[in-house]
């Protein structure tokens, strides 16, 4: 059984930072991403990263404060996430997809984790 399992959400202080993480089982997938949802906005692409060869990419509302990372050994994915605002208060959703390519759009991806509070205080 496939499972995307999400931890690491939490409040914080504007300035401060936090680490997602999403440990995959059931198998490997060829990319993986990051997404947020706030109240009353769509969901939004954050980061994703290609398994096969470490690929990244951001989105520009998080470029230089977010990295995305992956630790083979583990099939875990992690958001490193420094100099959070409180824009970036958001549930954000770990995804997966089969195919390994950077993908920016929800519906190319094909699982998805139950999701994390993050909330940033000002």
């Known amino acids: 059984q496939v499972q995307l399992v999400e931890s690491g959400g939490g409040l914080v202080q504007a300035g401060g930072s936090l680490r997602l993480s999403c440990a995959a089982s059931?198998?490997?997938?060829?990319?993986y991403g990051w997404f947020r949802q706030a109240p009353g906005k769509e969901r939004e692409f954050v980061a994703a990263i290609r398994w096969s060869d470490g690929i990244t990419d951001y989105a520009d509302s998080v470029k230089g404060r977010f990295t995305i990372s992956r630790d083979n050994a583990k099939n875990t994915v992690y958001l490193q996430m420094n100099s959070l605002k409180p824009e970036d208060t958001a549930v954000y959703y770990c995804?997966?997809?089969?195919?390994?390519?950077?993908?920016?759009?929800?519906?190319?991806?094909?699982?998805w984790g139950q999701g994390t509070q993050v909330t940033v205080s000002s």
């Open positions: 059931g198998r490997t997938f060829g990319t």
């Open positions: 995804a997966a997809s089969r195919y390994g390519n950077v993908w920016y759009r929800a519906d190319q991806y094909d699982y």
